[in-house]
């Protein structure tokens, strides 16, 4: 079964900071992966995503991600931080069920706070 | 603007009350899914509807029916729910079964309390 890794519960960095929440993977086939930003009270949003092809993804609101798959890694990174990215981030890895639909398995999540 | 329309936003019920939430998508997806998200965890999920058939029940117990009348709506019927329940219910679609990567669109989701 496939399974993602979000390491750190709960990052803060200060406005104007680089940004880097760290997801690894699980995965005895090729992954397609996803981040998700959530903010309160609200649904979840995608924010990039890697099915195939170029392994640097790039992503709304000055997102991208990296999938490495020698270190079975797809880091989140935001040069610069803005106090509007605070809010909970989920990377996910879809499970596809060419029988049905597919199966969207989430990370624990990362509380991204901004310090002004 | 979600694309993905939940309601009700907000639902207060007893533990004898019967109510459902209602989830509506017109943006052509044939997959539908209903996940549950208690705080500070990620969504679980719990059903999903490929072309409007159950294709996936993540043993969710009985007093949660789900009902797909149609591929743009989306039903979950409450009955007999324990406070243990009360959670913020996302619904989500993907264009479709198959070879589906898979993303998901989301509702804003339906905060349910059970009293």
């Known amino acids: 079964a496939q399974s993602v890794t979000q390491l750190g519960s709960h990052v803060s960095v200060s406005e104007g900071a680089l940004v880097l929440l760290r997801c690894n993977y699980s995965?005895?086939?090729?992954?397609?992966l996803f981040w998700y930003v959530q903010y309160p009270n609200q649904g979840l949003q995608l924010l990039l995503k890697?099915?195939?092809?170029?392994?640097l993804v790039k992503g709304i609101n000055g997102f991208e991600a990296e999938f490495k798959k020698s270190e079975t890694s797809f880091h989140l990174t935001k040069p610069s931080a803005h106090m509007s990215d605070a809010a909970e981030y989920f990377c996910?890895?879809?499970?596809?069920?060419?029988?049905?639909?597919?199966?969207?398995?989430f990370g624990s999540g990362t509380r991204l706070s901004i310090r002004p | 603007d979600t694309e993905v329309t939940q309601t009700p936003k907000h639902l207060v019920m007893g533990m004898t009350n019967k109510k459902s939430l209602k989830c509506e998508q017109h943006m052509g997806h044939r997959a539908m899914y209903w996940y549950k998200q208690k705080a500070k965890k990620p969504p679980e999920l719990m059903f999903v509807?490929?072309?409007?058939?159950?294709?996936i029940n993540e043993s969710v117990p009985s007093r949660f029916s789900p009902e797909c009348p149609n591929s743009s709506l989306l039903n979950l019927h409450l009955h007999a729910l324990q406070p243990e329940d009360s959670a913020l219910y996302l619904c989500?679609?993907?264009?479709?079964?198959?070879?589906?990567?898979?993303?998901?669109?989301f509702g804003e989701g339906s905060r349910l309390t059970v009293l």
């Open positions: 509807y490929s072309y409007e058939k159950l294709s």
């Open positions: 995965s005895s086939v090729p992954p397609y």
């Open positions: 996910a890895v879809s499970e596809v069920m060419y029988s049905s639909a597919s199966k969207i398995i």
């Open positions: 989500a679609s993907s264009p479709s079964g198959g070879a589906d990567t898979g993303e998901l669109f």
């Open positions: 890697y099915t195939t092809g170029a392994t």
